[in-house]
């Protein structure tokens, strides 16, 4: 049973940061693609960020250059480094992982298998 743990979330003035942490358990292999999603309120659930079963990192474009993401495999866990953080990130954020060798579009949440709960990030101006 493959389980995703979220963490990190929290509140945060404009121009902050926040690292977001998912533990991922009950995999059989030791890398596979990851995401990072995130949904406001009244709004669809976008993808964020994901990275490849070789590590290669792919960004929407509204948070490339402030957001990053990595992988510790040895902890099992996926990061989400948040800087630059504007009013518009405030959403609950979820990490996705798919038991698929790759994903043909990213940044579709049907692309992902797994799901954590979420952890809330909100900014404040």
């Known amino acids: 049973q493959v389980q995703l743990v979220e963490s990190g979330g929290g509140s945060v003035q404009a121009g902050g940061s926040l690292r977001l942490s998912c533990a991922v358990s009950?995999?059989?292999?030791?890398?596979?693609?990851m995401g990072w999603f995130r949904q406001a309120p009244g709004k669809e659930r976008e993808g964020v960020a994901a990275?490849?079963?070789?590590?290669?990192?792919t960004y929407a474009d509204s948070v490339r250059g402030r957001f990053t993401i990595s992988q510790d495999n040895a902890k099992n866990t996926l990061y989400l480094q948040m800087n630059s953080l504007k009013p518009e990130d405030t959403a609950n954020y979820y990490c996705?992982?798919?038991?698929?060798?790759?994903?043909?579009?990213?940044?579709?949440?049907?692309?992902?298998?797994?799901w954590g709960q979420g952890t809330q990030a909100t900014v404040s101006s």
């Open positions: 996705a992982a798919t038991s698929k060798l790759s994903v043909k579009f990213w940044s579709n949440q049907y692309e992902y298998n797994y």
């Open positions: 009950g995999y059989t292999r030791r890398r596979y693609p």
């Open positions: 990275i490849d079963i070789d590590g290669n990192p």
